[in-house]
């Protein structure tokens, strides 16, 4: 019985995994972390639900394990936005490893936002 992981097996029977679902591991595993937010998504003013981190995933030429990840998300002020991110690269690159059998060569972070955290209104009796 072998204990060697087959995602990292490069024989016949090798595993390519889509980029696509490497930036889904990604998206997923960043909107985990404490401190990152959601946003509404509203089109023509009506909600749409909401939407979570963004990332963009290329793989590597010479190492197809190793991918490089641009990743946009929104933070809870007040928050270190330092600790945050250093717990969103964290969890991003255990993730990735854990599901996928990948590696992040490299993950640059933009924090595109930081909001409060929401408060619901009190309903209103007429």
């Known amino acids: 019985m072998s204990t060697a992981d087959p995602a990292?097996?490069?024989?016949?029977?090798?595993l390519d995994i889509a980029p696509i679902v490497l930036?889904?591991?990604v998206e997923h595993a960043a909107d985990q972390v404490?401190?990152?937010?959601r946003n509404e998504r509203r089109l023509a003013g009506i909600d749409v639900g909401e939407s979570g981190s963004?990332?963009?995933i290329a793989t590597g030429s010479g190492d197809p394990s190793a991918v490089d990840v641009r990743l946009e998300l929104t933070l809870q002020y007040p928050a270190s936005v330092r600790t945050v991110?250093?717990?969103?690269?964290?969890?991003?690159?255990d993730e990735l490893t854990r599901i996928a059998g990948a590696h992040?060569?490299?993950?640059?972070?933009?924090?595109?936002g930081?909001?409060?955290?929401?408060?619901?209104?009190?309903?209103?009796?007429q």
Request: net charge positive; no cysteine; glycine share 10%.
């Open 85 to 93: 991110v250093d717990a969103v690269r964290l969890k991003v690159g």
């Open 23 to 25: 930036r889904k591991i």
């Open 104 to 112: 992040v060569r490299s993950l640059t972070v933009t924090v595109s």
């Open 8 to 14: 990292l097996d490069d024989g016949p029977g090798s």
């Open 34 to 37: 404490p401190g990152t937010l």
């Open 54 to 56: 963004h990332a963009k």
């Open 114 to 125: 930081l909001r409060g955290a929401s408060v619901t209104a009190a309903p209103r009796i």
